[in-house]
């Protein structure tokens, strides 16, 4: 389980008297169970990286808290981190190693032997249908592979926790389904909480147990689609995402003119 209470992250841009403050975060709060997957879902500079990051304590916050599995990740991180396992948007792979050697690395990384490792890749390429890649150089491999590759080597050390940022940027249609299904499997077989941001609607539809929706660094919305369309009363998903993300200034400048019977609740 991952729970977020109150969590704020500012930073200050420019200088001199063109200095700023952007409030990327401010003092949202929401909880991932296990065996589900909640999508994070707002907007381009919504706060969903910056979210993912302190949950991942590469980001400290300014005020609030995350807690993995009832640890604290400030207090704690090396614990923490310990039951989660992340993917990042950008892969992040060594070229010069095959896929075995790239999940193996952070298997030591995590305090697995080599011999455990290089198991644990055995059975994550057998869960993700990547075998035929393990023992190739991850040079030249597509985005799809990559991905494949990446996740193997975040889910190593079997994780309870799962936080994806945007996972399928870049991918195509097959590899998209690929990792849609691979995560449906670790939540209906291995009971893994899995938390993955996006502004993808197809991928909450298909995938989200939960949905957090994210605005200018304010949660404005929580529930699952079908209670998010009916709040809106909207039938189409991403209408009601728009109504829920987006306040009517932005919706009117991008030419949407409709009139929202939750104007501008929650901001």
Request: one cysteine or more.
């Amino acid at each position: 389980m991952i729970e977020v209470e109150q969590l704020a992250k500012h930073f200050v841009q420019g200088r001199g008297r063109h200095r700023h403050e952007v409030r990327a975060v401010d003092g949202i709060s929401w909880r991932a169970e296990d065996g589900r997957i909640t999508g994070l879902l707002g907007p381009n500079g919504a706060g969903k990286t910056t979210t993912l990051r302190m949950i991942a304590a590469l980001v400290q916050p300014d005020a609030g808290r995350v807690r993995v599995d009832g640890i604290e990740v400030a207090a704690d991180p090396m614990a923490a981190l310990a039951r989660v396992g992340v993917l990042s948007d950008a892969r992040g792979l060594y070229p010069r190693l095959t896929a075995r050697e790239n999940i193996v690395y952070y298997g030591r990384l995590h305090g697995l032997s080599d011999a455990a490792a290089s198991a644990r890749a055995d059975i994550l390429a057998r869960v993700l249908e990547m075998e035929p890649l393990l023992d190739r150089r991850t040079d030249g491999f597509s985005q799809g592979e990559k991905m494949k590759t990446a996740l193997a080597r975040a889910l190593v050390h079997d994780p309870p926790n799962i936080v994806l940022d945007e996972p399928t940027n870049g991918l195509d249609v097959l590899a998209t389904r690929g990792l849609r299904e691979a995560l449906r499997r670790l939540r209906d077989d291995e009971g893994k909480c899995i938390v993955f941001s996006t502004h993808i609607m197809q991928e909450v539809e298909r995938l989200c147990d939960r949905v957090v929706v994210i605005s200018h660094g304010h949660m404005v919305a929580e529930g699952t689609v079908a209670e998010l369309s009916a709040r809106t009363g909207q039938q189409d998903f991403e209408e009601a995402f728009v109504e829920l993300a987006f306040t009517r200034r932005e919706r009117d400048e991008a030419g949407d003119h409709s009139v929202t019977p939750i104007e501008e609740e929650g901001r």
